[in-house]
């Protein structure tokens, strides 16, 4: 990096789903500013605070810039310095004696939200090491939605919004905060210009809501019951697409039975709606050609999350709109390198039966571990015990489920090491930490291997500072170590270039395009049929006897019930301005969000004495923690929405106060669903009050 000022165009990356186009200013080789690229593909001049603040994340004086070894107690923050090859060292030699002793699979490999290719570099080493056990969050974020889609039609209904729609749905889903699969809050904002009319399904009112037809403020966690109630009145006045059903759906005569006892009636019961508003939401869903509807993550935040899926591509299926135009696509990738070839899925065979969760009967396509099987095995050796992890891009204390038994589990563990760019709670009861480049440091590729149809460039804009690497060559480093030198490349760029190879581009020449993606084509099921053992959209699954999963989508009732001692049901939402537990240290963004916040209704608030601004005790039958009280009238009486992933990096505790404000206290990681050993994040019995 020789000039000393030039401007640089790359893609936002590890911040969100988004995929902002940025052009970054940098002078003497430090990034001075960044503003949205006008030209961006995906976002045409929008980026929002996150983006616009990313160079902070690098400049912060508590950044890690070495490796670390404990040298006390884990969690007492008392660390040595050790060269590069020390700490490389110790953690492949410590992985190494564990797979001698006690197998591969008693090492396990962890991530959080996927990021970049770094994502699948470590699923990749995980494979070449010889461990069935890669650890996900996916069992709250996308495999529910993605398998069950993959069961149901053949492929992950992704929501269109390149192509005009008569009808927008965002269902559990607020594009507008958190750019869901790409770049697309700033892609609906283009359609609701163009003319699409909008419907919203979602406990909170957002200021979306005032653009839309019909707001749906239904009870947290019903799902499944309204999406069977839209069902139930499309079937019951015959508004579904007659041809499309009678060509290319499997089990219509079983579907409209098992729904035919979701009446508007009953479904208004459950989901605190009227029964006339699920008739409307059903005649306006049915009657708009296409609507395209944009599912989120809270649809997986039950242990219901299979059948509220289910219903959801059902509902799409059963109006004719899977796979077409403005409605939800099935993107085709372009020329790069498939997936199960790039991580070398071939080197762990036995993998679906050996992995940790095929002891719980997940469904099984389902090739990540949920963090609750992962500590049932840590914590009780069920099926057999885990004693090593190696993770980056996650900080599990903070996002997995039940945080005390994660705290349980990453103490128990023999050997615990990560990679990262600051010491967080997790960070801090590891062996080694590692410090990280971050992005905007390295070479990467964005949206590789989540189904969007499209990878983005991220050319390195800076170097990392002179100890810090990317975590796709901190996998190269190990992957030599502990898999061979002719499996994994010396320089991590070499993996960016597997990915591309198909395609033939160089990487100046893919980054000169900026983005690759696959041809628009719609409708392929009118050739091929669709991907199912029936080659049609699969409304009763063929496959249910064979794979132990309920054939018809059915509403099993809510997580936990309300009683006189929890009466209120808590759920949550991600803000624009925050990442889960991301970056909390960066004053620029921090400023946006001093404080957790939980907002409630003031009538609520009214009865248990609590005023604005009040610090509030929320409980449940997990636990507790204290967030500050905003009233609000977006939330319904009756509702809580607390925020996740708060720790305090400025606390002298060592931990960062991980237990002070942090939603997964609130969680239980014992009720799991069976598909995908999902905990319930949302829908969940509490009570609060004023706090000392
Ligand atoms: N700014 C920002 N963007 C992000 C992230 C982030 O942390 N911050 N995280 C990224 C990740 S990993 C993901 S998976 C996506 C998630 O992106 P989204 O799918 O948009 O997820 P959420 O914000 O969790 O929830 C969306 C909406 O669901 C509503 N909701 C809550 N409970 C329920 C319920 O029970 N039923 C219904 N119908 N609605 C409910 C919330 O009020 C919210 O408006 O965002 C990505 N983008
Ligand atoms: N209660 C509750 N829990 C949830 C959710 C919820 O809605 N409610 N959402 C769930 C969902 S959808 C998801 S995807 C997960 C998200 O779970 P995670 O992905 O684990 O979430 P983050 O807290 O963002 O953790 C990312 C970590 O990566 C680090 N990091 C950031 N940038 C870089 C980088 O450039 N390099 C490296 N090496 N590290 C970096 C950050 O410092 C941070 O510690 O949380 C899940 N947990
Ligand atoms: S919306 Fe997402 S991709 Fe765009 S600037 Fe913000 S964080 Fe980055
Ligand atoms: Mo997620």
């Not at 502990?482 to 991590?492: N, T």
């Not at 309920?550 to 006189?564: N, Q, Y």
């Amino acid at each position: 990096m020789n000039n000393p000022s030039k401007e640089v165009r790359t893609h936002c990356s590890y911040m969100d789903h988004g995929g902002c186009g940025l052009l970054v200013t940098v002078e003497d080789g430090r990034i001075t500013k960044i503003k949205p690229d006008p030209e961006g593909w995906l976002n045409r001049g929008y980026a929002c605070p996150k983006g616009l603040n990313a160079h902070h994340r690098l400049y912060h004086p508590k950044r890690l810039t070495q490796p670390l070894r404990r040298t006390g107690p884990r969690g007492s923050g008392q660390w040595e310095p050790v060269s590069w090859d020390e700490a490389l060292d110790e953690i492949a030699g410590r992985l190494d004696a564990i797979r001698q002793r006690d197998g591969a699979r008693a090492v396990a490999f962890a991530l959080g939200m996927p990021k970049g290719l770094d994502h699948f570099a470590m699923i990749r080493l995980a494979n070449t090491f010889g461990s069935p056990n890669l650890v996900a969050n996916q069992d709250v974020c996308h495999a529910p939605r993605e398998i069950t889609g993959v069961h149901t039609c053949g492929f992950y209904p992704v929501v269109d919004f390149k192509e005009p729609s008569e009808l927008v749905v965002l269902w559990a889903s607020n594009p507008m905060a958190t750019h869901e699969e790409g770049g697309i809050g700033s892609q609906l904002s283009a359609r609701l210009k163009a003319g699409s009319q909008l419907m919203i399904i979602d406990p909170h009112r957002s200021e979306m809501c005032e653009k839309a037809k019909l707001h749906l403020q239904l009870r947290p966690g019903s799902d499944a019951a309204l999406a069977l109630g839209l069902i139930n009145v499309i079937i019951a006045e015959k508004l579904y697409d007659q041809d499309f059903v009678a060509q290319h759906t499997h089990g219509f005569e079983e579907l409209a039975q098992a729904a035919a006892r979701y009446t508007p009636e009953e479904v208004a019961a459950i989901t605190w709606l009227e029964p006339e508003q699920i008739r409307q939401a059903a005649r306006i869903y049915a009657s708009a050609k296409p609507a395209a509807l944009a599912w989120g993550n809270p649809i997986e935040h039950t242990n219901h999350a299979f059948h509220a899926a289910r219903a959801l591509v059902c509902l799409m299926a059963l109006c004719g709109n899977l796979d077409v135009p403005g409605g939800n696509r099935a993107p085709l990738d372009p020329a790069i390198a498939g997936l199960g070839a790039f991580v070398r899925a071939d080197l762990v065979p036995g993998k679906r039966t050996e992995m940790i969760s095929a002891h719980h009967g997940v469904i099984p396509r389902f090739m990540t571990i949920p963090p609750a099987h992962l500590r049932r095995a840590v914590l009780a050796g069920e099926p057999y015990p885990v004693k090593g992890m190696f993770f980056f891009d996650t900080n599990p204390l903070l996002i997995w489920a039940d945080s005390r038994l994660a705290k349980q589990a990453l103490e128990r563990l023999e050997f615990l090491a990560c990679a990262e760019l600051y010491m967080t709670p997790s960070a801090a009861l590891c062996d080694v930490v590692l410090p990280a480049a971050a992005s905007l440091e390295f070479d990467d590729i964005g949206h590789y291997g989540l189904g969007h149809g499209y990878i983005l460039a991220r050319p390195q804009v800076v170097d990392p500072p002179p100890e810090c690497r990317a975590t796709s060559q901190i996998c190269c480093d190990l992957g030599r170590r502990l898999a061979g030198e002719e499996m994994w490349p010396s320089d991590y760029r070499a993996l960016n270039g597997m990915v591309l190879e198909p395609s033939g581009l160089s990487w100046e020449e893919f980054v000169e395009a900026g983005h690759l993606q696959g041809p628009p084509k719609y409708r392929k099921y009118e050739s091929k049929g669709f991907r199912t053992p029936t080659g049609k959209v699969e409304l009763m699954l063929s496959t249910a006897g064979k794979f132990g999963l309920p054939p018809l989508p059915a509403w099993e009732g809510f997580p936990e019930e309300l009683s006189g001692e929890f009466p209120l049901v808590l759920t949550g939402r991600k803000k624009l301005t925050a990442l889960h537990s991301s970056y909390r240290w960066v004053d620029q963004l921090r400023a946006h969000d001093p404080e957790p916040l939980m907002e409630m209704h003031p009538l609520d608030a009214l009865e248990l004495g609590i005023a604005e601004g009040d610090q509030v005790r929320i409980t449940t039958r997990q636990g507790s923690i204290v967030q500050k009280a905003r009233l609000s009238e977006r939330v319904l009486k009756g509702t809580v929405h607390a925020e996740h992933g708060w720790w305090f990096p400025e606390d002298p505790d060592h931990l960062g106060g991980w237990d002070r404000s942090n939603f997964n206290l609130l969680t239980s990681a014992e009720k799991l669903g069976k598909q995908f050993g999902t905990p319930n994040l949302a829908a969940i019995p509490c009570r609060v009050e004023r706090a000392e």
